[in-house]
């Protein structure tokens, strides 16, 4: 998963805690996204961003921000944890909305238990 | 919206046989689709894509086929192995990637 790199990796965090996860990529993509995966389930995706600046929702945005005020930096914040945040998180860029499957880059994952 | 999905949420094949992995999509504003395998704690990896403008794609033992008259697409792995097992997705990608629930593949020896 050359060029896009996510901090932590692993996370406990208590009820009502807040903390961002990290999404740096160096390929100067313009397209980048956060998804979460838990057990038995496909990657859903929380919020992504179309480029520096911007950001929307995706389909299970409640209880996650987003901010991508560098280019080559996706944050993801959760502001008051829940148990229910509890899962494994997968950061992706892209150069392009047309750039092909190959050139879609994934993390490595970051795994966050909230207790 | 766009939705995608899988048939079935598992896969058992012997080793050697080859193996078929379905994927429906609702959606039809796809500009191609992808296919993703992934292991155990570990993140998706690109498997073989397909423009929404053809019909077959081949790669090295996988080929891609996609029914935009049924909006839907399979997967097929030649001479499965036991390194084959894993978890498989079909995405749909426009300006966002969406993806489906995923089959779980298990490859017996």
């Known amino acids: 998963n050359a060029g896009v790199t996510q901090t932590p990796k692993f996370r406990v965090l208590k009820t009502g805690q807040s903390m961002t996860l990290l999404c740096a990529q160096d390929?100067?993509?313009?397209?980048m996204y956060w998804y979460r995966q838990d057990p038995g389930m496909g990657l859903r995706l929380i919020h992504y961003?179309?480029?520096?600046?911007?950001?929307a929702k995706g389909e299970v945005p409640d209880g996650y921000n987003v901010s991508r005020l560098k280019k080559q930096n996706f944050l993801l914040g959760l502001e008051s944890a829940a148990p229910s945040q509890t899962s494994v998180y997968f950061c992706a860029s892209r150069e392009s909305r047309t750039a092909s499957g190959n050139t879609i880059y994934f993390g490595e994952g970051s795994w966050l238990t909230v207790v | 919206g766009e939705s995608v999905g899988l048939h079935l949420p598992t896969l058992s094949v012997q080793e050697g046989d080859n193996s078929i992995i379905n994927c429906a999509y609702s959606n039809s504003a796809s500009d191609y689709f992808i296919w993703y395998k992934q292991e155990s704690g570990k993140g998706p990896q690109f498997i073989i894509d397909i423009r929404s403008n053809m019909d077959k794609r081949q790669g090295q033992r996988v080929t891609v086929l996609l029914n935009k008259t049924v909006k839907h697409l399979s997967l097929q792995i030649a001479a499965t192995q036991p390194g084959d097992s894993a978890v498989y997705f079909c995405a749909g990608s426009n300006y966002k990637l969406t993806f489906g629930k995923g089959t779980l593949l298990t490859v017996n020896p």
């Open positions: 390929m100067n993509h313009e397209y």
């Open positions: 961003s179309v480029g520096e600046g911007t950001t």
